[in-house]
């Protein structure tokens, strides 16, 4: 097997930066992590924040700390330093080698879309609070097994409320449903997909930070040499 890992994300329209963070680390034991963080409302305000909880979940799973350990520090990190009065959304995607899992942790009222090998959706919808402001909050965890043909899409509240002041509904299940009915996956494609569709709802100007992480477990190809792609617009 092999994964696929994409990402797609814009910020709002005339803010000077997103307030969402994106990071990736190597598991001590095999694998990777992928956190992704939305700080409350935008901006450079926001991007301090999601960038504080983002690095504090990184440095604890750079160590070997379990995955839903790394979220409790996240949120008692930024519950300490902004005293309860600051929230940030906290979602953390491990391809874990060491058990052979995926591990979904979850700290967002956006559920996690999960697509099955056999082509069945389903959503990690159970409630789950922010970080950062209720003592003692913990993420909804997660475990699948590492199947080939698993798609796991997770975004921030910017994409399911694209096109909400024109009162039009992204559904964004269905619309994941949809754009994987052929059964041709690949992540990037899908990724881009969902973030224009949003970006035609909210008419070229997103009313909030959009971003879509698709991870796609594939049948593996070629020689195991390893690659990742970057683009970023300057």
């Known amino acids: 097997m092999e994964i696929e890992v994409a990402v797609a994300k814009v910020g709002k329209w005339a803010t000077s ?79 874990d080698l060491a058990s052979s899992t995926l591990v979904l942790s979850r700290n967002s009222h956006c559920p996690i879309i999960v697509i099955t090998p056999d082509g069945g959706l389903y959503l990690l919808d159970e409630p789950s609070e922010p970080v950062g402001v209720r003592r003692g909050t913990k993420p909804r965890i997660t475990e699948l097994p590492l ?3 698993t798609v796991v899409v997770v975004y921030t509240d910017g994409l ?14 269905e ?17 881009d997909s969902l973030l224009e569709r949003a970006l035609a709802l909210d008419e070229g100007r997103p009313h909030d930070d959009i971003s879509v992480l698709v991870l796609h477990i594939a049948d593996r190809v070629g020689n195991g040499v390893r690659r990742l792609a970057l683009r970023l617009p300057l």
Not at 72 to 87: I, N
Not at 160 to 173: H, K, L, Q, W
Not at 181 to 187: E, F, K, M, P, Y
């Open 147 to 149: 199947v080939a043909g």
């Open 160 to 173: 399911e409320t694209a096109g909400a002041r024109s009162s039009r509904i992204f559904d964004v299940p």
């Open 17 to 95: 930066e997103s307030g969402d963070t994106l990071e990736m680390i190597e598991r001590p034991q095999g694998g990777l992590s992928f956190v992704l963080v939305d700080g409350q409302r935008s901006g450079r305000a926001a991007k301090a924040i999601s960038n504080l909880v983002a690095r504090k979940a990184i440095s604890e799973l750079a160590e070997g700390v379990r995955d839903g350990a790394a979220a409790r520090a996240a949120h008692d990190y930024l519950y300490t330093y902004k005293g309860g009065k600051v929230s940030a959304t906290l979602n953390i995607v491990s391809v």
């Open 175 to 191: 619309v994941v449903r949809e754009l994987v009915a052929g059964g041709d996956v690949n992540a990037q494609r899908l990724a």
